[in-house]
């Protein structure tokens, strides 16, 4: 097997919510099959969306926004595999993570294409129906078309709120995170 740079990326505000919970099994089954990970926390930075100034690459940097995804460009520009872990904000990501979705945009006029071949989407939320969680899965879906990434896997948690509230469901659901992370 291949050793292969990942980069997740948090989406949650909440410091050891549940999609934190599920970033840090994924991470753990990662690292144990010896891939390099980092870990970017979206939720809590300061990412606008994308303005369409169109002057990507242009200033020294993938984007002409000076903000917190100044930190998370050069990751994403050397991740083969890119994470989503994020709660469900109104049945889609939450702003902070759709504002560093929105700017891989700025990849487009890059000198060198991206190296990400593959990506994962974990995510959680109250609801318990998992039809509310369509709005994310097909932006998730659409991106990784887009770009041409392999859809890894998608591990979609109904049902949790409270902070660790993870924990307590019938299926181990940290458990298959981490599953998740070993087998790529």
């Not at 591990?155 to 409270?162: E, I, S």
Request: with cysteine; net charge neutral; hydrophobic share 40%.
């Amino acid at each position: 097997m291949d050793k292969k740079r990942i980069l997740v990326i948090t989406g949650s505000p909440r410091k050891n919510g549940n999609s934190d919970l599920l970033a840090e099994a994924f991470i753990e089954g990662a690292l144990q099959a010896g891939h390099t990970v980092d870990r970017f926390n979206s939720g809590r930075k300061n990412v606008r969306g994308c303005i369409a100034c169109d002057k990507c690459f242009t200033r020294g940097t993938a984007c002409a926004i000076k903000d917190d995804f100044e930190e998370v460009a050069p990751l994403i520009a050397q991740a083969d595999i890119l994470v989503f872990s994020s709660p469900l904000y109104y049945f889609s990501f939450p702003a902070q993570i759709k504002g560093v979705i929105d700017r891989l945009y700025s990849f487009n006029s890059s000198p060198e294409p991206l190296r990400i071949k593959e990506t994962v989407l974990l995510a959680c939320g109250e609801t318990s129906d998992l039809t509310d969680f369509e709005g994310m899965t097909k932006t998730y879906e659409k991106t990784a078309s887009y770009l041409t990434w392999e859809d890894r896997g998608q591990l979609l948690v109904p049902g949790v709120f409270a902070k660790g509230e993870i924990n307590t469901k019938g299926q181990d659901y940290l458990k298959l995170a981490k599953e998740l992370g070993l087998a790529l």
